[in-house]
Structure formats: structure tokens, C-alpha cells
């Protein structure tokens, strides 16, 4: 399609015809959804008029050129009112009525919840409460990286309200001044199962807002001109973000399902969809035709790769990986385009390092994890190299929010620190023992989990560039570097750190359990047990060859050590990659119990992850069991 | 200890006595963490004061007796304050110096953050605001199951007030009108790594609060009189729940460390503890006597077993094994503590059979997955058998809440929906693809995954004496029941569903493939290839032996078919549960990729794990790849 028209000369369409573009986006939506048999018309048609003014008075947006940096983004944190937006696509003229009646069908791009296969879609929506947070990321971006005047739109639901990680977007939109996002709420007073908590309350919803540092705007959301006003409003307010609280209908426009219980997540039967179709006024094929953005460019380019000089560090030398980490993330500050954001906890995970060299592109976060990762998929959604860190449990809080970036196959990075029981006396609730299997069944994730400094610094650098979700576990205490700065490590890679032909058995560990593997070679070496050590730091993908190497030399006898629960981490990573070899006798030791407090020592020896432990399954494993 | 008094014989101490107990508090907090060399004293002493009038003139408590029904609850959101915690412990009698000087050390109960390992402390805290949600679960419990008139009191931190999942409690606790609940905000202005949000701007908060349906009182946090008010007016309000918003300063009482940054978790040295303690007056040893409650029972009686009359299906007849989740529930309701929660898709996980027939031991938790969780873990800690459900992929949004479940030993039951891509056009946001892995790695977790309706019944039926977390994972469409009525289930069981002496290869599936494996091996047959299909519906603890029998028989040919992503689901589960045998080829179909919109059976052809795939992968296997 063509974009015509600029601020000046253009003659915005009159809200008569602005009305029957929200009537034929109802139609639409009730079309594409009947013929797939399912969806959700009337959440659609709920908010076709917020939708319809939007798109054609205020919306500014290239479909020919979805990456133009001053584009608008419009979300739909309502993920499940897909037949309106592909509606909206449709009256844009960037999807055709043949395109459009594939909805929900096999190989289709307009799928039942938006994704990001759509080349207008930033993010995929359809777990509530998450495309506010990702807008609140993208606006971030918008006012204090790029720069630039684009405006950020988001229609929500009145069901997601409910969700406290929109509570946590209010705060930070206000927080940092987001007066370039504009929250629609279409709250239309049913959800799935029946009224929301506050139905049509809309003073309770403004009261809230406003308490959290958002202009309200209440309107009626099937008033055309209110709307228009108030997105007038919205677009030149200049300090505050702007929730615009609309009543509206659900089911709007059709008589026999407004207001009505019983047709969410409905498509109407034919016949009904006939009659609706008939009291909407009949198909109509008008066209929006959405101004284009203004020219700009981002403050910060993009893409720009001077050299990067990584840390490096003394063999022996004692240093945490998350100091590693956070060195190298000021290193790659270099990058005009690398943005870090810390869930208030920077002086942990070491983040800091970045944020005191480059305060500009640091953004705290405070304690909302949710927030935390939705803004590093929003700014990732800008085009930036966006890393983000907490302690490793606290990604749990957000781990929603990583599946769904994993749907969005958003490219964003993630430092958890604090892995295991190794952290010591601070006990369970800080130590991260499900990361490694929650995270590795994540879509497109990478997983790592360095030993020491060297080799973190290694794959800090690598995340920098990798696709997808890239995740580095690291570990609160200080181990000796064991690397020499020119050793490299890859996506996938492994290192054999000790080996022989006459290995009997290999241990393989990563992190902090590398280092009992290696104290507990030593140790059987004394006794005359030779044995390989294998550090592992690529959990997901593992290096199978090197595995394999090693099952075959030691004619399977493998023992995998990991500071983390039984299920799902480092030891079923081996047994998956080895599943269909001629597979070895895997010796598992894990964290099996609920640790305590305690000494780091005191607490890997109590749950069998220590060097004496390793010792003493290689024995068992390999049969020796005599002492020297 | 012996508690002693009532309210009419018992004269309550004084001010200026509670105003010396806080300064021991401080006092022993300093002590305890400097001598475990660590640990949060300066969080400790900002909420010191409003914790001694707590204890002293409000706090209703049997130590003796942790299980009194009326007992009233005290919960540390803010769980670093654990020095505090223990003080208090101290100074009602509860511990002895002595072991209040084993703070953090390994074996000790007093851990860097409070775990129910104490028998006075309700939920493990140290996730941070996680504490007010499950004590709005308790006061729910209070005032709508038990009706008594316990008082819930939680301390939060200001830092944590950052979480949304703090937002989603103040809105449930004013929706379901907790006056018995009663927050005290320790707003001591910093926070980690500098200052909070909103430092001591009060009024920020008031307005949120007042916004969010709860009254608010400020006060200044060191004036106990002020407090003492306060905490009479919050226990006598009848209408709203109650937050005390306590303007405190961080190390209060030390003037070396009062307000200032760069003091969060952290032990004074020696040197410095030694001026702190002379600063606060030194070591004192005051009793503080806390009130007894009044007797009370509960409302509903606990434990009473009537016998439950579980669904029956007919063979063939096609049942979602939701539906059957829901009729399950149904029949449980016999029992009188039986409670349900939901996310607001009733409708959907079925849990409204369970609504319609019991309405007041139901609660709507609107879509606050968070909430949902940290209610049920609350209405566990009062006794109930509680079940939670929403749609399988949305437990995704309170992994951190079921993780430290896990670490409270909390016993909760969770039933998850629509799992996999069997779901259908709803497309990738609404599917469960990790849930397995994630789930799996929970400490206490069982994991089910029923193929039928009968199976889903009895495994329901055994989820509500199960302790630990239980997880059911069902699946949206309707299938055939397979077995009979009197067929008998057991957490880490499995079924042979078909099965010879000439078996050469083993198919294992649950839940939907289940169904697939049996038309696989059906079709196997025709081919003259004998395949054994095990129905593998506990994935956590697995059934190791009908595993091992199989792989024994076929000779090491296992097939493993998921409807989850291939990491660290139920072939990882089979794969650990043989990694120490002589451990069989596994070969694995699960799905790899994005899936999208379509019909159940579109999407599990194109993910390889319907029965073509399976007749394919067991040709591959054995060999036989001729047709018939």
C-alpha cells in the first residue's frame, strides 16, 4: 500500500466515516471469526471504535515499512481481540479479505492470539496483563534512547487490570515520565466467566490510575468525537503517560449478545453472525488510510561495533562470575546500542559496573521482575542489545514473561546470579535450583553456566550477538580463574579439562560444580582413578560430541554433579543429548533435599555435590572402591 | 512458656516498656547477625518498634500452641528481616539466647529468611512480595471459612511494595473486605542498592493504598504511642482491610548507620556493633508476655471424611479430562474443607462444577495468577485441602509463588488446563509447553498427567490427601475413556495398556498421547510389530519399574511421545529414572518447534507426535521399515 499525506496537508477522515470503519471492523472480526469456527468477536467489538479513531485520525504507521524508526506501535495487550486488529490490518489494506478469512487456520500468520510472524506485530499477546509491561519497554525506548516522537498505544482489557504486573507498568511508565504511551482501556464489564470486579466502576479504575501517576481520561467508548478528543489529548500530553478509561459494550452492536453473559471467546453460529452482520449494517470494504510517521532518526545508532576490549583476569585469581558479568557488560557498553536493566538488586549481580559508565542506558527497574522483562523485550523490540539481571530465583517471578518472549522469539539476555545452594547462609528462598530446567524448556532459549571469569566473560560477549533468549547463570562466591584469556567458548561448546586414555570415568559439572570436579579428579588421581573432567558451561545446546567422547572412552561411566534440583537441569541435558547413543550410566548427583542456611562448604557437602561425594561415586562407579 | 491473661484481667505494659523491649530487639537483631557475619540488622531495626507494640499490646498468640485455631498470625513479607523475627521469638520466650545465636549456622532452625521448619512461621518468605498475598489467603480463610476472629498482621517492606503481585493483594483483600488483615508498611526510604522508589513520600503511597479499597494510616514508625493507635484502630476496623503506612528510619537507633546507603544486608562489624549496642542502651533481657487468644473453633470442621462418591464414565464415551478435574472436585466437596480456587476461567478448567455446587467454598481470584497461588498456600496454612486452576500455561505467571511453596513444604494442589499444542487455533500464547519441566523441578512437587477421565478422577481423588504440591495437567479436548471405573491409580504408577512377550519396542505416552501411542501400536500390530504402550501418568515420581520391565523386554526400544518442548519433560523424567541401568535407547518425540494456529491434529502431525510420527519412529527403531 501506498502511505499518502503529511501533517500539513492532509485532511483527516470526518467521525462520520470513522464510525462505519469501527462497523466494518466489527463486521470483520465476526466474519473471520464464524468462518474459523472460533475466537473472540465480542471482545472485538467492544473496542472497534477506540480501534477505528485510532487508526485512522491518530495512528502514525507505515505497513510498507514496519521498521521505520518514528512508526507508532500499536499493542494489543488484549491479545485475544485478534479479529479486530486483523480487521484493522485488513482496512489498512495490509492484509487482503482472502488473508483474512484464513484466520486461525493451519499456516496462517493471523493466529487465535497475535505473534510476531506479523510483521506489525512488536510482541505476542494473549497471556493477559503482559503487552502494557512490553509498551512500557518500547515507550522507555522511545523518550529516553531513540529519542524520538513516536507514540506508543496500547489497547488492554478490563479482565488483565486484575494482573499486578499492570500495576507494576503504570508504575513505571509514570516513574519515567511516559508521556509518549497511551493505555486504551476497553472496559467493556465481562470476562471470561462472567462480570469483572468492577464492572463498569470506572471510578475505581481512575482513582487507581491516578494514584499510580497516569492522567486518566474517561470517556465513552463508543462516543467517536470523545474518543478523538481524548486521543488528541493523549498524543499532546507532555509529562504523564495516559490511560484512557472507556465504557463500552461487549458485543457492541449486535443486539442479541451486547452485554450479555455467555459470549466471551465465542464465534457466532452462522445464522447468528448472518444476523449480526445484517444489524452492523452489512460488509463494507472502506479503507483507513494511517499517515505516515514524520522522517527521524534514533538518538543512539544502532549497529555501530567498536572493538570490544573484554576483561581479563590472572589464572588462579579468585573472581565471582557475576562480577565477570557485570565487568564485561561495561565492557560491551562500548555499543552504542547495549542497555542494561536490573531488578534493584545491581550491587548483586554487578550490573552496576555498567550502570556507573553508562547511567544513561541503565534502567532500574526496582523490585518487579515482570516489569523487568517485559521492558527488555519492549526495548528489544526497538532494536537495542538488551541485558537483563537479577538474583537466578527471581526470574521466576517473571518466568511468564519469558515464555512469552520465547513466542515473540525476542532476542534478550538474561543474567541470573546467586545459583544453588552455594550461595550459603542466606537459605532456599534466594537459591535458584529450577533455572536451569525452567529455563532450558523455554523456546529458542541458550543456557549457559560458566565456571569461572575467563570463560564467563567469554559468553557475556557471546550473548551480545546470539538470537533468542540467552540465559548466564553465575555464582555468588569468588572461584579461581582457571582459563587463560585467549581460550574461547561457543553456543554449544564444552572443555575437556583433564583427560587421558585411560580414563575410567568423566566428570562433568559447570559453574560452581566444575570446580568439586576438578578438586575430586586430583583426589582420585592420588588413588590411581583417572579421570576426565568436563566442563559443561553450554547447558542448552550441550556439546555432544564431547560428551559422547568421553562415554566412549570411559565405556559409559559418567558422573554429572549440579548445584540444582534432580529434574530437568545439567544431568537430564546429558541424558537427553546421549538418549539415542548406545546411552551411558549416568551417576546423578544433585541437590535432592530443601537446603538450609549454612557455609557454602557445609551446604554442597550436605547435599552430596562436593568433592568427597564425587569421589566417592566414582568408586562406586567404577568398581574401585579400595582406597589408593 | 506459660501464656497468662485475658483481655478482661490483664493490664497491658506500658509505653515506655515497649519502647526498651524495640530497643532490644534492635539489640539482639545487631548481636545474632554479627555473629552469623551476615544478615539484615538495619532492616531489622527500622521496623523494631512497630513489631515490640505488635507483640506487646496486640498480638494474640499461644506459643506452646502454634495449631490454636484463633491463634493470631504474624507474617514477615519483608523475610530479611529475620533478625527481628528471631528477637521477638526471643523476647516472648519462645527461644533461647542460645539458639538465637545460632542465626544462619548450619542445622540451625533460625535461617537467613524464615521458613515454617519454625513452627510459628506460616509461609518461607525472602521472595519479596510474596508475604502479603498468602496472608490475604489466611485472613480470607479467617474471615469467610473458619469466621473467627484471629487478626492477620503482615510486615512488608517498602522496597517490595514494587511487586505487583503486593497490588493484586491490597485488591483482593479490599474485594473479599479483609478487616481482619491489617499490613504495616516499614517505609524506611532504601532499599538495596540506594533509595526506593518513592523514598518517604507517604502520600504516594496512601493514595495507592486508599485507591485499592484499603484504609490507610500513617504514622511515624518510632512512636509507639502513635503505633499502639494505630494497631487498636486497624484490629477494631469492621469494613476494609487496614495498612499502616510507618514512616521508619533504616538502622534506626545506630546513628553510624541511620539512613544511610550502603548498610542493606549487611552484618556490622564487631567494632561497630559493639558502639551500636552501647548507643541502644545495651544488652537488656525483657519478656514480653503476648496475649493469649481467646478460644475459638473454626466455623468448618476439619478432617471429617465422608465418603466421596467419585464420577463414573463409560468406556469410549469422550471426556475431557477437565471436565473430569471439575467433576472430581465436585464429589470432593463432600468433604467440608475442601476449597477451590480459579483464575477466572471456571468455565474453562471446570473448576465451576465445583462453584455451582459449593459457592461459599469457592473464590474467584480474577486474573491474578500470583494472588490465586499465594491464597491457596494461605488457606492451606489454615487446614484446608485447597485446589487451585487455571490454564496450564498461566501457572507460568506464578512459578516463583509454587516455588516457594515448595519451600514452605506447603501442601496445594494445582490443576492446569489446555496443556500442549493439542489445544488447538487458540495457537502458542495458551499453550503449555514447559509446565512438565517447570513443574518437575519443584521441591515436594508430584506431577499427573491423565490420558482419561477415570484416570483423571482417581488421580484428583489422590491429590487431596497427597502432601506436597500436586500438579494435574489436563488436556481441552475430549478423548475416549480407556479404563474402568474400578481401575486403581497411585501416585508413581503407570498401566500397561497393551503388552507381550514379543514386544519390540515400547511406546509411553500420557495425557493426549497416550491416545496417539494406542493407535500407533494398533497400526504396529497390523505390520506384525508388537509394541507395548505404557500409560506413564504420574511424570513425577515415575513408575521405574514397568519402565525397566519394558526396556528389559523390548531390548533397551523405548519411544517417549510429549506434547511439551523436548527439555526436561516426561522423557527426561524416563530418561533420569533409568540413567543408572544399563539405560535403553530412547528415542524422543516432543515438540520442537514454534507451534501456531490450527485443528489439535494439524499441530501434533506437524510437532511429529501424533500416530503416523510414532508408527514411523517405531519402524526406525526396531529396524522394520518395510510396510506390512
Given at each position: 500500500m501506498t502511505v499518502t499525506g503529511s501533517v500539513e496537508d492532509r485532511v483527516l477522515p470526518d467521525l462520520d466515516f470513522v464510525a462505519e470503519v469501527a462497523q466494518q471492523l466489527r463486521v470483520d472480526g465476526i466474519r473471520a471469526s464464524t468462518r474459523a469456527g472460533s475466537g473472540h468477536p465480542s471482545s472485538s467489538m467492544s473496542a472497534a471504535d477506540l480501534i477505528a479513531v485510532l487508526a485512522a485520525r491518530h495512528l502514525r504507521y507505515d505497513f510498507d515499512h514496519p521498521r521505520t524508526p518514528n512508526n507508532d506501535h500499536l499493542i494489543f495487550s488484549k491479545g485475544h481481540a485478534s479479529p479486530l486488529l486483523y480487521a484493522l490490518y485488513k482496512a489498512c489494506g495490509a492484509v487482503t479479505e482472502a488473508e483474512l478469512m484464513t484466520y486461525r487456520t493451519f499456516g496462517s500468520r493471523l493466529q487465535g492470539h497475535p505473534t510476531p510472524v506479523i510483521p506489525w506485530v512488536d510482541v505476542a499477546t494473549g497471556s493477559l496483563g503482559q503487552g502494557l509491561p512490553v509498551g512500557i519497554g518500547v515507550a522507555l525506548a522511545g523518550k529516553h534512547l531513540d529519542r524520538l516522537p513516536f507514540h506508543v498505544w496500547v489497547l488492554c482489557g478490563d479482565s488483565e487490570l486484575a494482573e499486578g504486573s499492570i500495576w507494576e507498568a503504570f508504575d513505571h511508565a509514570s516513574h519515567y515520565g511516559l508521556n509518549n504511551l497511551?493505555?486504551?482501556?476497553?472496559?467493556?464489564?465481562?470476562?471470561?466467566?462472567?462480570?469483572?470486579?468492577?464492572?463498569?466502576?470506572?471510578?475505581?479504575?481512575?482513582?487507581?490510575?491516578?494514584?499510580?501517576?497516569?492522567?486518566?481520561?474517561?470517556?465513552?467508548?463508543?462516543?467517536?468525537?470523545?474518543?478523538?478528543?481524548?486521543?488528541?489529548?493523549?498524543?499532546?500530553?507532555?509529562?504523564?503517560?495516559?490511560?484512557?478509561?472507556?465504557?463500552?459494550i461487549k458485543g457492541k452492536g449486535f443486539s442479541e449478545i451486547e452485554n450479555k453473559e455467555g459470549w466471551h471467546g465465542r464465534a457466532l453460529p452462522p445464522d447468528m453472525?448472518?444476523?449480526?452482520?445484517?444489524?452492523?449494517?452489512?460488509?463494507?470494504?472502506?479503507?483507513?488510510?494511517?499517515?505516515?510517521?514524520?522522517?527521524?532518526?534514533?538518538?543512539?545508532?544502532?549497529?555501530?561495533?567498536?572493538?570490544?576490549?573484554?576483561?581479563?583476569?590472572?589464572?588462579?585469581?579468585?573472581?565471582?562470575?557475576?562480577?565477570?558479568?557485570?565487568?564485561?557488560?561495561?565492557?560491551?557498553?562500548?555499543?552504542?546500542?547495549?542497555?542494561?536493566?536490573?531488578?534493584?538488586?545491581?550491587?548483586?549481580?554487578?550490573?552496576?559496573?555498567?550502570?556507573?559508565?553508562?547511567?544513561?542506558?541503565?534502567?532500574?527497574?526496582?523490585?518487579?521482575?515482570?516489569?523487568?522483562?517485559?521492558?527488555?523485550?519492549?526495548?528489544?523490540?526497538?532494536?537495542?542489545?538488551?541485558?537483563?539481571?537479577?538474583?537466578?530465583?527471581?526470574?521466576?517471578?517473571?518466568?511468564?514473561?519469558?515464555?512469552?518472549?520465547?513466542?515473540?522469539?525476542?532476542?534478550?539476555?538474561?543474567?541470573?546470579?546467586?545459583?544453588?545452594?552455594?550461595?550459603?547462609?542466606?537459605?532456599?528462598?534466594?537459591?535458584?535450583?529450577?533455572?536451569?530446567?525452567?529455563?532450558?524448556?523455554?523456546?529458542?532459549?541458550?543456557?549457559?553456566?560458566?565456571?569461572?571469569?575467563?570463560?564467563?566473560?567469554?559468553?557475556?560477549?557471546?550473548?551480545?550477538?546470539?538470537?533468542?533468549?540467552?540465559?548466564?547463570?553465575?555464582?555468588?562466591?569468588?572461584?579461581?580463574?582457571?582459563?587463560?584469556?585467549?581460550?574461547?567458548?561457543?553456543?554449544?561448546?564444552?572443555?575437556?579439562?583433564?583427560?587421558?586414555?585411560?580414563?575410567?570415568?568423566?566428570?562433568?559439572?559447570?559453574?560452581?560444580?566444575?570446580?568439586?570436579?576438578?578438586?575430586?579428579?586430583?583426589?582420585?588421581?592420588?588413588?590411581?582413578?583417572?579421570?576426565?573432567?568436563?566442563?559443561?558451561?553450554?547447558?542448552?545446546?550441550?556439546?555432544?560430541?564431547?560428551?559422547?567422547?568421553a562415554s566412549l572412552v570411559t565405556n559409559g561411566h559418567l558422573i554429572v554433579v549440579e548445584d540444582h534440583y534432580p529434574q530437568g537441569g545439567i544431568g537430564a541435558a546429558v541424558m537427553e543429548a546421549l538418549a539415542t547413543d548406545d546411552p551411558p550410566h549416568i551417576e546423578h548427583l544433585a541437590v535432592r533435599g530443601l537446603p538450609q542456611s549454612g557455609t557454602p562448604e557445609e551446604l554442597m557437602a550436605a547435599a552430596g555435590i562436593d568433592a568427597p561425594a564425587i569421589v566417592a561415586a566414582a568408586r562406586r562407579v567404577t568398581g574401585m572402591t579400595q582406597e589408593g
Open positions: 497511551t493505555a486504551l482501556l476497553d472496559i467493556n464489564r465481562l470476562g471470561q466467566r462472567g462480570p469483572t470486579e468492577f464492572q463498569w466502576n470506572l471510578d475505581a479504575y481512575k482513582n487507581r490510575v491516578e494514584s499510580f501517576g497516569c492522567r486518566a481520561i474517561v470517556i465513552d467508548g463508543h462516543d467517536v468525537a470523545a474518543i478523538d478528543t481524548a486521543l488528541t489529548d493523549a498524543r499532546d500530553e507532555r509529562e504523564r503517560p495516559v490511560v484512557v478509561i472507556a465504557r463500552t453472525a448472518e444476523r449480526a452482520i445484517a444489524e452492523l449494517g452489512g460488509v463494507r470494504d472502506l479503507r483507513i488510510d494511517v499517515r505516515a510517521p514524520d522522517p527521524g532518526e534514533p538518538a543512539i545508532q544502532h549497529g555501530v561495533r567498536p572493538r570490544v576490549e573484554l576483561p581479563s583476569y590472572r589464572k588462579g585469581e579468585k573472581v565471582a562470575t557475576r562480577k565477570a558479568y557485570g565487568d564485561t557488560l561495561r565492557a560491551l557498553g562500548a555499543w552504542p546500542d547495549v542497555v542494561a536493566l536490573d531488578g534493584e538488586v545491581s550491587n548483586s549481580t554487578h550490573s552496576e559496573e555498567f550502570k556507573f559508565a553508562y547511567p544513561d542506558r541503565f534502567f532500574e527497574m526496582f523490585i518487579a521482575e515482570q516489569q523487568m522483562l517485559a521492558a527488555t523485550v519492549g526495548v528489544s523490540v526497538r532494536g537495542y542489545v538488551a541485558f537483563a539481571s537479577t538474583f537466578a530465583a527471581f526470574f521466576s517471578r517473571a518466568y511468564d514473561f519469558i515464555r512469552m518472549a520465547g513466542i515473540s522469539e525476542a532476542t534478550i539476555r538474561l543474567s541470573g546470579s546467586h545459583a544453588g545452594c552455594e550461595i550459603g547462609a542466606d537459605g532456599p528462598s534466594q537459591m535458584a535450583l529450577e533455572d536451569l530446567a525452567s529455563l532450558r524448556a523455554v523456546h529458542t532459549s541458550t543456557v549457559f553456566y560458566p565456571s569461572d571469569a575467563v570463560s564467563a566473560a567469554k559468553l557475556v560477549n557471546a550473548m551480545a550477538t546470539a538470537p533468542g533468549i540467552t540465559y548466564i547463570r553465575t555464582t555468588r562466591g569468588a572461584y579461581p580463574v582457571i582459563y587463560d584469556n585467549d581460550e574461547e567458548f561457543s553456543i554449544g561448546g564444552a572443555k575437556v579439562l583433564r583427560s587421558s586414555d585411560n580414563d575410567v570415568v568423566a566428570l562433568i559439572g559447570a559453574g560452581v560444580t566444575l570446580h568439586n570436579c576438578l578438586a575430586a579428579a586430583a583426589q582420585l588421581a592420588e588413588a590411581g582413578i583417572a579421570a576426565r573432567v568436563i566442563d559443561l558451561y553450554s547447558v542448552k545446546p550441550v556439546d555432544v560430541a564431547t560428551l559422547r567422547e
